[in-house]
């Protein structure tokens, strides 16, 4: 089991920004694909930014140019800082990661693929 543990999560108005960071503490191999994920109630996990071992990107297109995913090796985490928030940015936004040599293309299939999770952090956009 891998724990990645999330924080960073709360309520914040529209255009206002959040910081959300993911501990992957028991990942030993820095080559992981990390990435974070969503799910607003009512709808379907969609994948929302993705970092290969690499540290190429990629983006759900209605988040590109408002988030920003990036990781630090040393320390095992992966961040999403988030601004320009709108209310259709609120879910809850999960962290996740895996071995593979396709990473980007995880974040088109919806958290499949994704071998471990944390437990989600909650974010609430007001309008």
């Known amino acids: 089991q891998v724990p990645l543990v999330e924080s960073g999560g709360g309520s914040v108005q529209a255009g206002g920004s959040l910081n959300l960071s993911c501990i992957v503490s028991?990942?030993?191999?820095?080559?992981?694909?990390l990435g974070w994920f969503r799910q607003a109630p009512g709808k379907e996990r969609e994948g929302v930014a993705i970092i290969s071992r690499l540290a190429t990107t990629d983006y759900l297109n209605s988040v590109k140019g408002r988030f920003t995913i990036s990781r630090d090796n040393n320390k095992k985490t992966v961040s999403l800082q988030m601004n320009m928030l709108k209310p259709e940015d609120t879910a809850m936004y999960y962290c996740?990661?895996?071995?593979?040599?396709?990473?980007?293309?995880?974040?088109?299939?919806?958290?499949?693929?994704?071998?471990?999770w944390g437990k989600g952090t909650l974010v609430t956009i007001s309008s």
């Open positions: 028991g990942f030993a191999d820095t080559r992981a694909c």
């Open positions: 996740a990661a895996t071995m593979t040599n396709t990473c980007l293309s995880l974040l088109w299939k919806a958290g499949a693929g994704m071998d471990y």
